[in-house]
C-alpha cells in the first residue's frame, strides 16, 4: 500500500561518504524514511544495523547500479510503498588506486561503467518518481573541474555547452573509452585521467537533467546539483585525505534538505556549500 511519507534514497552508502550522508539525514531529522542503499547486501545491513544502534531508524535496499534489472526493482519498491521519492543522492562511484596494475583502457571502462553509466541508468529508473520539491544531488568532483581545464578547447567547449544533449554526453563518454583503449586519448585532446573524465560526466550529465526538469516540471520546485564532498578519508581515497567523511557529507546533506521554495542552486557544481564556476 502506498503510503505518503517522505523517503531519500542514498547510494552506494554501507561506507565512507555515502554511509554518513545517511547519518546526516538522519542528524538533521529528515521528516521521512532514509533508505540506505548497497551492493553488498550483507554490508548494507550491518551499516544499517550500526546507525540503528546509534538511535537512527534507517532502512536497507539492494542496489548495485550497474545492473539496469537492479535499478528498475528499486524504481518499483519505491513506486509501490511510497508512490514516489523526495530526495535521492546519486554518491556509488568507484576509483582505482594509483598502483592499480590494470591498464588504462580498462581503467576507464570500469570506471565509465559505475561512475557514468551506473549513475546514469539509476537517474533513468528513479527520476521520474520525483515528487514536487524533490531534490536530487550527484556526487561528483573537483577533479572534473580539474579534468576540465585540461581537456582541448574543443572538448572543453563541448562540454560548457548548454544546449548539449543526453545523448551527445554519452556518444562523447564513449568516444573517451574507446581512445583510452586504444591509448591515443591524450592526442585525441582527452585528459589523462579515467576518473577525471567520468566525473567530467557526472557533472555535465546534472546540468543537462536540471535544464530538462526545468522545461518540463518547471513549478515542480525541483533542485538539483552536482557536488563535491572534497577529498574525503575513505577507502578510496586513502588516509591522507584532510576530510572526514562527516565533513565530506556536509554539502550533499545541504543540496539534499535545501528547504521548499527554494530556486537555486541548481544545475550547479557545489563545493563547500559553494557553487563553482564550470
Known amino acids: 500500500m502506498k503510503c505518503k511519507k517522505k523517503v531519500a534514497v542514498v547510494t552506494g552508502a554501507n561506507k565512507g561518504t555515502g554511509f554518513a550522508i545517511v547519518r546526516e539525514l538522519c ?3 529528515f521528516t521521512g524514511d532514509v533508505i540506505l542503499t548497497a ?4 554490508l ?3 551499516a544499517v544495523k550500526m546507525l540503528k544502534s546509534e538511535g537512527f531508524e534507517v532502512a536497507f535496499h539492494h ?3 550497474c545492473d539496469q534489472g537492479s535499478a528498475k526493482q528499486l524504481s518499483n519498491f519505491l513506486q509501490k510503498t511510497y508512490g514516489g521519492l523526495d530526495v535521492l543522492i546519486n554518491n556509488a562511484g568507484m576509483s582505482f588506486k594509483n598502483d592499480a596494475t590494470e591498464t588504462f583502457g580498462e581503467q576507464a571502462e570500469v570506471t565509465m561503467r559505475t561512475n557514468f553509466w551506473g549513475t546514469l541508468w539509476v537517474c533513468h529508473a528513479l527520476l521520474p518518481l520525483l515528487r514536487p520539491n524533490a531534490r536530487v544531488v550527484n556526487v561528483s568532483s573537483f577533479v572534473s573541474k580539474k579534468a576540465l581545464d585540461t581537456c582541448s578547447p574543443q572538448l572543453q567547449a563541448k562540454f560548457r555547452d548548454t544546449e548539449l544533449s543526453e545523448e551527445e554526453l554519452c556518444l562523447l563518454m564513449g568516444q573517451f573509452v574507446i581512445a583510452a583503449q586504444q591509448g591515443n586519448h591524450q592526442a585525441q585532446g582527452w585528459p589523462n585521467t579515467a576518473y577525471g ?3 567530467i560526466g557526472v557533472t555535465v550529465l546534472s546540468k543537462i537533467q536540471a535544464h530538462f526538469l526545468t522545461k518540463t516540471r518547471a513549478a515542480d520546485g525541483i533542485l538539483l546539483n552536482a557536488c563535491c564532498p572534497g577529498w574525503v578519508r575513505t577507502d578510496m581515497a586513502g588516509s591522507k585525505a584532510p576530510k572526514s567523511p562527516e565533513e565530506g557529507a556536509q554539502t550533499p546533506t545541504y543540496l539534499a534538505l535545501l528547504p521548499e521554495g527554494a530556486k537555486e542552486p541548481h544545475g550547479q557544481l557545489v563545493w563547500d556549500k559553494t557553487v563553482q564556476e564550470w
Open 27 to 29: 542528524k538533521a531529522k
Open 39 to 42: 551492493r553488498n547486501e550483507k
Open 44 to 46: 548494507g545491513n550491518e
Open 63 to 65: 542496489l548495485d547500479i
Open 197 to 199: 573524465t567520468t566525473k
